[in-house]
C-alpha cells in the first residue's frame, strides 16, 4: 500500500508549514491567546487566504474537494505550531454536520461563511453526566409551530465562547439514554435564550458552558433527520477523532526535536547530557512511540472512509487508543529530559504536553477507546 504524498499533497504540506513556520512562533502564540475569544482574526484569516478553511467542501459548495489526507496535513501542521485557532470546530466538525447532512439550504447559508473565515461555529454536545456516550442526551427540543424550542445546558464547548453558530445536540422524543429520538440544530450564536460562560481550558484554547432556555428555532435548523441524528453525529465524531490524531502526532513530532536539541545543547559535567548512552535510549523510545502512533494515526485517517460504521469506529478507536498511550509517553519523557524548566509556563514543551492531555481526553480517553476496540473483537 502507497503512504506516499501526492505532488498536490506534498505542495499543501510545504504551504501550510510554510505559513505557520512565519507566522506562529511561541511569543507570537501567546500574543494570539490573549485576543478576544483566544485566538487570532489575523491568523484565521490567512488560513482561508490560502484555501486552508475551504479544503474539505466539495466544489459545488465553493470548495477544494479535498479528503481526509489533506485533512490529516493540516491537523499534523497546526499540531507543531500548537494553533489555537478554532480549525477543528469549525471546519473539522462544524463543517463535517454540513457536508455530511446539511441540506442544500444549510450548505448555502453556513458553508461560503466558513471557507472566507466570516463564521466559525461550535459543537454543543457534552452533556453534565453524559461523559463520552454521544447517545446520553437530556437537552429538548420540542415542536412547536413549525419549529422546535431547546432547552438544556452543555459543557465544555470547544470555541462556543466566540462561535457564530451553534451545532447543537437535543433530544426529540424518548429517554435520555436512547439511541433514537436525537437531533441535530443549527443555532445562531446570538438567539434569544443562549447564554454562555466562556473560559480558558488547560490547553490554552478556550471552550464554554453554554445554557439553552427557550431557544426557538425553525424546521429548517434540523441537520439530517431530527429524531436519528446519532449515526450522523457517530460519522462527525469519528472524523474528528481521526483529525486530533494527527494533530496529536504533530505535536509529539516537535517534542521529540525540541527535547534532542535539548540534549544536545545542555551541559552537565562538561558534555552535553545527549552524550549520556541511558537519555539517548530514553530519545530513541519516543521515537519508536511517535512512529507507532503516526502509523495509527495513518490508519485512521484511511478508517475514515470506510463505508462499513462498526469498522471505521473500531479502527479509529485503536488509533485512538495508540495516540493516547504515545502522547502520554512522549510528554512525560520530554518533561523528564528537560528538568526543572519543562513544568514552567516560558518554556514550549510543557505546553505540546497540556495539549496532548486534552487530546486524549477528547471524545474519549484511552481506556474508553480500549474497551470498545476490545467489545468489537479486535481491529479484522
Excluded at 484565521?44 to 466539495?58: I, M, R, V
Excluded at 439511541?179 to 434569544?192: M, Y
Excluded at 552524550?275 to 530513541?284: G, I
Excluded at 487508543?321 to 512525560?332: A, L, M, R, Y
Aim: net charge negative; aromatic share 8%; proline share 2%.
Amino acid at each position: 500500500m502507497d503512504f506516499d504524498l501526492s505532488e498536490e499533497q506534498r505542495l499543501l504540506k510545504e504551504s501550510v508549514d510554510g505559513l505557520l513556520g512565519s507566522s506562529y512562533d511561541f511569543e507570537q502564540r501567546k500574543k494570539y491567546m490573549a485576543e478576544q475569544g483566544g485566538w487570532s482574526k489575523t491568523v484565521w484569516n490567512k488560513l482561508a487566504e490560502q484555501g486552508l478553511l475551504g479544503l474539505p467542501f466539495s466544489e459545488d459548495d465553493g470548495g477544494f474537494g479535498a479528503g481526509a489526507v489533506e485533512t490529516m496535513i493540516v491537523m499534523e501542521a497546526l499540531g507543531k505550531a500548537l494553533v489555537v485557532e478554532p480549525y477543528l470546530a469549525t471546519v473539522v466538525i462544524g463543517g463535517g454536520f454540513l457536508r455530511r447532512g446539511g441540506s442544500a439550504g444549510q450548505k448555502a447559508a453556513h458553508i461560503p461563511s466558513i471557507i472566507d473565515g466570516s463564521k466559525t461555529l461550535a459543537f454543543a454536545q457534552l452533556e453534565k453526566n453524559s461523559r463520552y456516550d454521544l447517545g446520553d442526551v437530556s437537552s429538548s427540543a420540542k415542536k412547536k409551530s413549525g419549529g422546535y424550542v431547546i432547552d438544556g445546558e452543555k459543557f465544555v464547548v470547544l470555541n462556543g465562547e466566540s462561535a457564530d453558530t451553534l451545532i447543537v445536540t437535543a433530544r426529540t422524543k424518548g429517554g435520555q439514554r436512547d439511541t433514537g429520538g436525537i437531533g441535530v440544530f443549527l443555532v445562531p450564536g446570538n438567539a434569544k435564550g443562549v447564554a454562555r460562560k466562556g473560559y480558558p481550558t488547560q490547553d490554552g484554547l478556550h471552550a464554554a458552558d453554554i445554557t439553552f432556555t427557550g431557544v426557538e428555532v425553525g424546521a429548517d435548523a434540523a441537520i439530517g433527520d431530527p429524531e436519528n441524528a446519532l449515526p450522523l453525529i457517530e460519522r462527525v465524531v469519528d472524523d474528528a477523532r481521526s483529525a486530533i490524531c494527527a494533530e496529536a502526532v504533530g505535536i509529539m513530532d516537535e517534542s521529540l526535536k525540541t527535547t534532542v536539541e535539548y540534549l544536545k545543547t545542555r551541559t552537565q559535567f562538561g558534555v552535553p547530557i545527549g552524550s549520556f548512552q541511558t537519555l539517548q535510549h530514553r530519545a530513541a523510545d519516543m521515537f519508536v512511540a511517535l512512529e507507532q502512533a503516526r502509523s495509527m494515526s495513518m490508519f485512521a485517517t484511511m478508517a475514515s472512509d470506510f463505508d462499513d460504521a462498526k469498522e471505521r469506529a473500531t479502527a479509529i478507536a485503536a488509533a485512538k487508543v495508540q495516540v493516547g498511550k504515545s502522547g502520554k509517553f512522549i510528554g512525560q519523557q520530554s518533561i523528564q529530559l528537560h528538568g526543572g524548566i519543562g513544568m514552567t509556563m516560558e518554556v514550549k514543551i510543557g505546553h505540546h504536553f497540556k495539549r496532548l492531555t486534552m487530546i486524549e481526553n477528547t471524545f474519549g480517553d484511552t481506556d474508553y477507546h480500549l474497551r470498545r476496540v476490545t467489545n468489537s473483537g479486535g481491529l479484522m
